[in-house]
């Protein structure tokens, strides 16, 4: 959270003190919402690496997440684990994520197998300084964790739990980095497990945004189904229609064109070199 509002106080002038996209390329409209108008709604790119958008993403997240584990797993012990790459392919951030979508897939079915049944999650990759991603899980194995017995390694003060050693074991043997944790999710005075496993979760998403690109066609944050991802908005019954953009013609057809995106009516003044809302002349086809 404090990377994502860091970020935002650079720009506190513009399309961002609007809470607007600046990667805008299409406009929805509609003459049913209210007969008089044409309607318009801008479509954000809804990316991670848009400094708007992965703001309302997290949100999202939040809410999703907040609803669901408070309904559905109330009760629920959680563990966070950190999983890595392999050092030699850290210097490359494609092939880590590459790697870890591989290991993710086969520790799954490990630890499926091992716990005897299906284990529910919420998974995020974070990109370290260095570029290289790794994945931060929060997994349904609480009560699996509370099961062991902590133990103490002479060598390191610290406190190993049997589960620390099993995973470091796990994934080194199909092809993942030694460098690993895994650590209950505790509550304090009393609070809510589930709330408690949402702000670990929320924490991490914050930092994947991190304005960092992503492989292409890879999913960022991955989830089971009974966990499920972000709803999609309920039907309202209106037929929409995607827009390039919007030329003073349309205006004079149309009488009224409400911008609901902004919040206000366009007015000719608004239009620039004929069109609205002024976009790039590189996307503009043979418009220009």
């Known amino acids: ?5 860091e970020h935002l106080r650079k720009f506190e002038k513009g399309v961002f003190v609007l809470k607007l996209c600046p990667n805008i390329r299409m406009l929805m409209a509609s003459t049913e919402v ?17 400094p708007v958008c992965s703001v309302r993403n997290l949100n999202a997240w939040r809410v999703h997440l907040s609803k ?31 790697r870890l979508q591989v290991v993710w897939k086969r520790f ?20 370290h300084g260095s570029g290289a991603y790794h994945i931060h899980a929060l997994m349904d194995i609480g009560a699996i964790y ?28 199909i092809g993942g980095g030694w460098v690993c944790d895994i650590r209950r999710v ?29 492989k292409k066609h890879a999913r960022r944050i991955g989830v089971t189904r009974d966990i499920g991802g972000l709803p999609k908005l309920p039907k309202t019954g209106l037929t929409w229609f995607p827009v390039r953009e919007l030329s ?11 911008d609901v995106s902004m919040r206000r009516k366009v007015l000719s003044g608004h239009f620039e070199h ?12 043979n418009k220009e």
């Open 274 to 285: 004929g069109y609205y809302p002024p976009l790039d002349p590189d996307h503009r086809g």
């Open 34 to 50: 209210k007969p008089d108008r044409l309607t318009v709604a801008r479509m954000r790119c809804k990316q991670w690496t848009c």
């Open 68 to 98: 669901t584990l408070t309904k559905r797993f109330s009760g629920v012990l959680w563990a966070f684990v950190t999983i890595t790459a392999p050092g030699h392919l850290h210097g490359e951030p494609e092939a880590t994520v590459t």
């Open 1 to 5: 959270m404090i990377a994502l509002k």
């Open 248 to 258: 003073i013609d349309d205006l004079i057809s149309h009488g009224t064109i409400e």
């Open 146 to 173: 509370d099961k062991w017995p902590v133990i103490y390694v002479w060598a390191d003060p610290r406190r190993h739990h049997p589960m620390q050693i099993w995973l470091e074991d796990t994934l080194t043997s």
């Open 186 to 214: 505790y509550t304090l005075n009393g609070g809510s497990a589930a709330m408690a496993a949402v702000a670990y979760a929320i924490s991490y998403m914050a930092k994947s945004g991190s304005w960092v690109k992503f």
């Open 108 to 127: 799954y079915d490990i630890l499926r197998r091992w716990a005897g049944r299906k284990v529910s999650y919420v998974y995020m990759y974070e990109a």
